[in-house]
């Protein structure tokens, strides 16, 4: 890939290894196959090719990040499949690094993502921390689940699935988009752990409770 950075630019040691990382992409396409935001968005910018042309575009000009590129910089995970495949060897992973580091230093993110940054640089390096957080998380979904059976239409299934509790959650929760309901007058299960769990017993995709293996009720 061609690049025009000026000596000036070439004179930071960090521009001068993204200059030597673009200069060696081919445009290829290769790792578009193996990159799973692409291959899921089908979006040319949300791929590492599209991605390293963004971060050329925001280095070679010196400009600021701007909303648009911090999107796509930001869905990158990291996986780093795209070097696995890349048959010129671009050190992707730097070069994001430096956009990132570009973008920290140039964009103002909202203040609901500088708290969430905050909060996770903060918690998720600390166990003790760590364990209190996934603890109440786990605490939050109890109660937010119990509130949608309470909440979920006045029909029989519901008022049955709120007595019964929050193992009949996922087939009893009528009209909120989780599950189908269930009617214990009926004969069979039209919720979603049922459709799931009839054939392939698994944990319940909803509460994550183990199932019977046979209707895929939870217990």
Not at 76 to 93: E, F, I, K, W
Not at 185 to 214: E, I, L, Y
């Amino acid at each position: 890939m061609q690049t025009s950075f000026t000596l000036a630019q070439l004179a930071d040691p960090n521009i001068a290894e993204a200059d030597r990382i673009l200069r060696t992409c081919v445009h290829c396409g290769f790792c578009t196959a193996t990159c799973p935001t692409y291959v899921l968005l089908g979006d040319e910018l949300d791929s590492p090719r599209g991605r390293i042309y963004l971060i050329k575009d925001m280095l070679e000009n010196d400009r600021p990040a701007t909303a648009d590129v911090v999107k796509h910089i930001d869905r990158c995970l990291s996986c780093l499949a795209c070097m696995t495949t890349c048959p010129s060897g671009v050190h992707y992973m730097h070069l994001v690094d430096h956009a990132r580091s570009h973008i920290e230093s140039t964009y103002a993110r909202p203040p609901i993502d500088r708290l969430l940054r905050a909060i996770l640089a903060r918690v998720l390096p600390d166990n003790r921390l760590l364990r209190w957080a996934l603890g109440a998380a786990r605490l939050g979904r109890i109660h937010f689940l119990r509130a949608l059976l309470v909440a979920s239409v006045g029909s029989k299934e519901g008022r049955w699935g709120a007595a019964r509790g929050l193992d009949t959650f996922c087939y009893i929760t009528v009209g909120t988009g989780i599950g189908g309901g269930f009617n214990p007058h009926k004969n069979g299960f039209s919720g979603g752990c049922a459709t799931q769990m009839r054939r392939n017993p698994r944990p319940c995709f909803v509460c994550h409770m183990p199932t019977d293996g046979v209707l895929g009720q939870c217990r």
